[in-house]
């Protein structure tokens, strides 16, 4: 690998930024994929690009154009990022970080966050629309937000929609759902956008307990990052 690539794919990689590595098998030349960008010796197809971003959003590894390109993904640790660090996001941040997730907690109110026992994730002390621009949600994030505060679950939610977010929740009701659809629509959300919003938030199983809520959340995010790497 030429040294310029190489510093390119190293600093992507210490970003975090989900890319792949795309290589010629009969001529040995390479190219980096990731973000909307392709850098490198090779000229890629519309059909290979769209490939290799599908195996970069499912972190799978493979041949691709009739076996003579090897597509090395390189991803982090898919994200849960969590709005609002109340009695659930206590019992979800531990059950994500099993399942493989780097979990993430935004809440502004610092009492909430130095109170929960949130099993070592990071924590962002920020309004949700700050705290959100930090995280920047890609193909590997999902987003659940917990605080039944529109304050905080709406700004959340819009940011979330325009970000490629392979997974949107929000707690509540189906009733405080019809509400919180309405106030969306008022910010300028489509129908289409609002049907990605999963609310009530996680797997029907008829959860009553935080424990019980936190595990149909995991289940139904899990179910959402393997549907999108079919």
């Known amino acids: 690998m030429k040294l310029g690539l190489l510093s390119q ?6 970003a975090k930024a989900p890319c792949a590595l795309v290589t010629d098998t009969t001529t040995g030349a390479q190219t ?3 973000g909307g960008e392709v850098v490198g010796e090779l ?3 519309a059909d290979a690009l769209a490939e290799i971003n599908r195996l970069i959003s499912a972190n799978q590894s493979n041949m691709i154009d009739a076996s003579t390109l090897f597509v090395r993904v390189y991803s982090p640790l898919p994200r849960m ?5 109340v009695h659930i996001a206590q019992s979800l941040v531990p059950m994500a970080q099993l399942a493989g997730f780097e979990a993430i907690v935004i809440d ?3 009492a909430f966050l130095t109170a929960s026992k949130l099993a070592g994730a990071t924590a962002i002390e920020e309004w949700p ?3 959100m621009k930090k995280v920047q949600p890609d193909s590997r994030t999902a987003v659940v937000t917990l605080t039944h505060d529109p ?3 709406d700004p959340a939610l819009l940011a979330a929609l325009r970000s490629p977010a392979f997974y949107i929740g929000a707690l509540g009701s189906r009733k405080t759902h019809e509400k919180r659809l309405q106030r969306l629509r008022d910010e300028g959300s489509t129908d289409a956008d609002l049907t990605r919003i999963r609310g009530p938030v996680g797997l029907n199983i008829n959860a009553i307990s935080p424990a019980e809520i936190a595990v149909s959340i995991v289940a139904q995010v ?3 990052l393997r549907a999108g790497a079919k």
């Open 151 to 153: 304050k905080l679950d």
């Open 129 to 131: 629309d700050d705290g």
């Open 43 to 45: 000229s890629l197809s």
């Open 9 to 14: 794919l190293q600093s992507r990689i210490a």
């Open 32 to 34: 980096i994929v990731g």
């Open 81 to 85: 990022v969590i709005v609002g660090a």
């Open 108 to 110: 502004p109110r610092s």
């Open 222 to 224: 899990i179910e959402a």
